[in-house]
Each structure stands twice: as structure tokens, then as C-alpha cells.
């Protein structure tokens, strides 16, 4: 069904491929992390750690090692990839950044991949001495998409190089870009998938940014609700209520405010 070649074994399932990877039972029951078993959510985390450790598998540490990147994930989020996976929090207990890996699925060469810890730890690949470069990769690429944006505020925020709009929000360059000349240094962004961001609310309606994350794909998901930025911390705003109904709900007025206009009519 997930185009996964594996042998069950008594001890778990062996990935077919040079080297085979043997994958216990009991990894296999962490990969779900208490999911339902028949759940489409089982289904796509036990497909997603199985196809990691192959990938993993297949490349050298070197090779890993120039794939490194940094990734940033909505903590709320269900395919945040765990609190072992996280290399540094933002301040604002909203955005988690950890390890993703770039080309790590032969099918996609541009998409940068989470890779949990626990995957990794697995595959005995311990990815700790590649942080500080990602971190230089990360204030690098703010630093691209604050001069981007210095050029038109109004623009929507969009990915540069291999950090999209989740990940670059993790960067300092870029958020002290954002509320640059604000008098209370704070700017609310609204960022409901990884490729788009929006940083003037007064031209969205409210519920856009909750409708427009849940007609996402959770892996392609970024906030469900708008966003505080300041130079130090990202918070997102309380839940209070369905932004959605309350959008759809929005009655006109019962009369409308017809003023008389002058005009003068062109001969």
C-alpha cells in the first residue's frame, strides 16, 4: 500500500536493500507513538520511519552531513517530530528547531526532511556536531529574506534556500527585520502553511489563517492561528473560540448607509 519493501521476521522487518536494516517490533510500536493501530495517522508514521531508516542507511556520515538543515516545527503540531528532536526553542513556546535533512527521499531531492531523534539514534547516526553550521545556514537565510522584505513590506514572506517560512521564523536576522520601526517592537504574522506568511493582517479576514492551515496537509501545515513576533520570541495567539463560524456567521448590517454624492458628470 506504501510502496515499502520489507521481510516480517520474527524479530521485527527487514528492509529490503544493501545494507538491510532490521527494524524491531518495538521500534516499530515507538514509530506509531500511540496512534490508533488502524489510523491513517499509524499508517503515515510507520511508513515515514521505515523509509528514513532505509535512507539513512543508505548514505555515508559525510554525505549526511552536508544534507544537514535546520527545520523548524509548531510544537502543537502532530507531526512535530518530539522533544528529543529539538535543538532549540524560541522563545514563546510556540517554534521548536531540530535537524531536517535535505534530498533525503531520492523522489524529492528539494525537500527538507524532519528526521526524529530517536530515527536517528537508531540508524547510530548522532547529528550533534552539525548544529552550529546549521544555525550559521539559518541566520544566513534570514538575512536573504530580511533584504527581500526591506524591498516590499507588504510582500508575503515566502522560503529562501532550503528554510521555508516555519524555519525562518526561527531566525533572529529575520525576526528583528519584521518589527524594525514598530513602537511596541511586536508584529502580528500570520503563517498557516510552511511555503507562505503574511505579515499585513489588515487585508486578511480573521479566519483566513485557521481555514487556510486546516485545507493543508499536515506535513505541509504551518500555524493554525496568527502569530505574536518580537526580535527574541514567536507566540501564537489563545484559542478563543471557532474563527471560522464566527467568520461565516458575520451577518450585513440591517441598514445599509446610503450618503448622497456629489459628483459631476464628464461631457
Known sequence: MHDVDLVPSPHGVILDGDPQVLVTWAECRRAIAGAELESQTAYF?????LN????LADRPLEDLAERARPFGAYVESATHPGMD???RRVLGDTLDLGFGFVGLDPAQPDLVMPVPQ???RAASVEPAPWWPTAVVYLERMGEMAAERL???LKAPLRPMGDCDVVTLLGSRTLRSAIVKDLADGMRTVAVPMRSRGWLDLT???PAFSAAAARLTRPEDRGF???????KEEVVIARDDGDLIRHGLEDRLAEVVDLRDVLYHRSQ
Open 203 to 205: 487585508r486578511i479576514d
Open 118 to 120: 530517536q530515527v536517528l
Open 85 to 87: 528532536w529539538v535543538r
Open 52 to 55: 528514513q531508516r532505509r535512507w
Open 224 to 230: 493554525d492561528r496568527p502569530l505574536l513576533v518580537t
Open 45 to 49: 508514521r510507520l511508513k515515514t520511519w
Open 150 to 152: 526591506s524591498r516590499n
